[in-house]
């Protein structure tokens, strides 16, 4: 009888997974020591970079919404890869796709963007069915880069639950080699399996709506703590974003103590939950 992954250490789990992208999030987890990923949602590229500059020594990820930058160009692509080898972290863009497979695989290429060339790892929703990770597969799995589903999401009133959910994990269990997990509130191990042998199955889980003071904000965003996610659900990655830049993104001091301090919660409620 296999352990349960989220009984393994993230070191252990890197064998789980075939899709490099998944080996080499589990293994910079490890080597860093951090289960935080930081969501960086700035208008500003100036402020984007300087903010990755100063979290990234405390993160594992950084996440990204690379179509709200105002003064985008694509040298601040090659800015952004510089800070990913000189900090050892990758880089999830989070665009939730939604299209049909040849519409997602344009998106996904080409466009002023070009996701596919630098982001390590995208998400998707599974609203259109399988077909969605058939065209983000088209593009993404010769490049090695990996997918996650979008199973739940952490605002009130979502319709991503019960069948949804359940339908989400059998659509990733049929594209293993590429959809490495998902974005959810805890753990999805088993889920709609319906008697089928699913032992040694591993996916990633990250969970976004992450907060040590707020409970929320007043646009339906729901907070829990590190450990709510990671000790009691059983979340691998937290996804914190206001928690760490608050209103000011040019607070750089702020903003690095914080990126610490979320960086020690989601490591202690880890080592809790090997214990
Ligand atoms: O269910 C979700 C899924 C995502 S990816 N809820 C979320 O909040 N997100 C994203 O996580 C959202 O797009 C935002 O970039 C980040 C949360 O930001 P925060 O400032 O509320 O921490």
Known sequence: MLAPPHTQSYGERSLNF??????????TMERKKSNLAVSVDVTDKHDLLAIIDAVAPYVCMIKTHIDIIENFDFSLIEQLQHLSHKHDFLY????????????????????????????????????????????????GL????????????????????????????????????????????????????????VSGEDFLVLTPG????????????????????VYESGSDIIIVGRGI????PKAIDTITRQAERYMAAGWAAYLERLA
């Open 245 to 248: 830049y608050g209103t000011d």
């Open 92 to 139: 999830f863009e989070d665009r939730k796709f939604a299209d049909i497979g040849n519409t997602v695989a344009l998106q996904y290429s080409g466009g002023v963007h070009k996701i596919a060339s630098w982001a390590h790892l995208t998400n998707a929703h599974p609203v259109p069915g399988p077909s969605i990770i058939m065209g983000l597969a088209s593009v």
């Open 210 to 229: 992450i907060g040590l003071e707020s409970k929320g904000d007043s646009m339906g965003q729901q907070y829990r703590t590190p450990r709510e996610a």
């Open 18 to 27: 075939t899709n490099p992208t998944a080996k080499l999030i589990l293994e």
């Open 142 to 197: 010769p490049l090695g880069r990996g997918l996650l589903l979008l199973a739940e999401m952490s605002t009130k009133g979502s319709l991503a639950v019960g069948e949804y959910t359940e339908e989400a994990v059998r659509m990733a269990r049929r594209h293993r080699d590429f959809v490495i997990g998902f974005i959810a509130q805890t753990r999805m191990d088993g889920v709609g399996a319906a008697g089928d042998d």
